[in-house]
């Protein structure tokens, strides 16, 4: 599929498949919806985890030979494509950046669930994958075609800032660390991480190891943007706990956002994204232990959901909303998809880019952070130019940090 080409910005859908380690047995299938600049001098590219997957399909192998027999590119299976409920792609256009949503839409492995309620930093290593897999090829699914990647590579530099909404939200936060904490976390968890990328057709063909690449085409995290994380004390995978504690020590901008209305990440979230008593455990709290030098920041959205940040509707998020299976803010008309939510979440992103120089990361200090234009902007009740208003903390300010 050639690019669809709209105001100067390129849309196109990219998949391949993905092994963790060359030994390793099951193949994951990643599937790419790519927003960049028809210039092809990205400065810089946003990975938005897709907060929900679509599992397993048990004809998936015949089809997916089929279509290699008649067709290069075929679109992901389930007609999944993942920006459909997170397109923010706005935001990139004023500082020339890029913007993808990924998501895992198959596992060769009988056992996979149909949806992914959190705790498996699998998804966050693929999101990390992926970013890479852009920077090196370019937005075409045929990685063995040097010339073809010479006509789709856009990026400038290898700058990541790694987003996600709800398990996605946690699943940016493994993504975050980088290639060497992803290689040596997994080693330590048995969620070994030096994946291939591989092509899945009658003549397969597979990459180096991602360790091969080179660091000027592995993704280089500048920042973290969460959407109302979700995580779960998995009893197979563990969770992201690991992973929050290496971003206590990293220096890259970190941003979480909650809402006041969400359970999902307040309540059923194991443990609960933030807590306002800070004896309680939170993913907060991991990420901004007392007294350290974490760069992690927290803003609380009122009246927020946990699906108002969708630009689409999702009747899997929405159950999340039901007062069925919500017991905060009763009676509160509290935000939907496509809304004041939606709205706000735009202008986030577009703030948070403003803050990085052009082919760079965030050029200052912990407190040149704390200081920036963007937290500045959203450290209001009211931030500028949106609908909703922000919670303030104990301490009266709407942006809450170490």
């Known amino acids: 599929m050639e690019p669809i080409i709209i105001n100067e910005y390129c849309f196109k859908r990219v998949y391949f498949w993905m092994q963790y380690t060359p030994q390793d047995l099951i193949f994951t299938e990643i599937a790419m919806d790519v927003y960049y600049p028809k210039d092809r001098k990205a400065n810089g590219l946003v990975m938005f985890n897709h907060g929900f997957m679509i599992g397993p399909d048990l004809l998936y192998l ?115 660390t980088g290639f060497d904490n992803l290689h040596d976390i997994g080693e330590d968890s048995k969620q070994r991480f030096d994946p291939i990328v591989y092509d ?18 592995q993704a280089k995290p500048v920042g973290l943007v969460q959407l109302s994380p979700v995580d779960m004390n998995n009893p197979i995978f563990g969770g992201m706990k690991l992973y929050r504690e290496k971003l206590a020590t990293i220096p890259i901008p970190n941003l979480m956002i909650i ?39 927290v803003a609380n959205v009122e009246k927020g959901s946990h699906c108002g940040y969708l630009t689409a509707q999702s009747e899997l998020c929405s159950t999340a909303d039901s ?54 902007w959203l450290n209001n009740k009211q931030p500028d130019g949106t609908a909703i208003n922000l919670v303030p903390f104990s301490d009266g300010q709407y942006v809450s940090h170490v």
């Not at 290069?72 to 990139?92: C, D, K, M, R, V």
């Not at 003549?203 to 991602?210: A, E, G, I, S, Y």
């Open 62 to 176: 015949p089809k997916r030979l089929l279509s290699g027999l008649f067709s290069n590119e075929q679109p992901p299976l389930f007609g999944n494509y993942p920006s459909y409920f997170y397109n923010y792609t706005s935001a990139i256009v004023d500082n020339n950046w890029a913007m993808a949503f990924v998501t895992s839409t198959h596992k060769q492995n009988e056992f996979t669930p149909t949806t992914d309620f959190g705790g498996n930093p699998r998804v966050g290593q693929e999101a990390y994958l992926a970013a890479s897999y852009l920077i090196c090829f370019g937005a075409t699914s045929t990685f063995y075609n040097a010339s073809r990647s010479n006509q789709f590579r856009f990026m400038n530099s290898n700058n990541v800032i790694f987003a996600g909404h709800s398990v996605g939200g946690a699943h940016a936060q493994v993504a975050a």
């Open 200 to 217: 899945r057709v009658a003549f397969p063909r597979v990459t180096d190891k991602l360790s091969k690449w080179g660091e000027e085409n």
């Open 259 to 297: 809402g006041q209305c969400d359970c999902a990440c307040l309540d059923t979230s194991q443990p609960p994204a933030w807590s306002p008593k800070t004896s309680d455990d939170s993913e907060y709290k991991e990420m901004a232990p007392a007294g350290s030098g974490s760069w992690a920041t």
């Open 323 to 376: 007062s069925a299976s919500c017991k905060r803010c009763p009676g509160v008309d509290k935000y939907k998809p496509v809304g004041k939510e939606t709205d706000f979440t735009a202008e986030l992103f577009k703030r948070f880019i403003n803050i990085y120089p052009d082919n760079s990361g965030f050029a200052g200090t912990r407190q040149n952070w704390l200081d920036s234009s963007c937290l500045k």
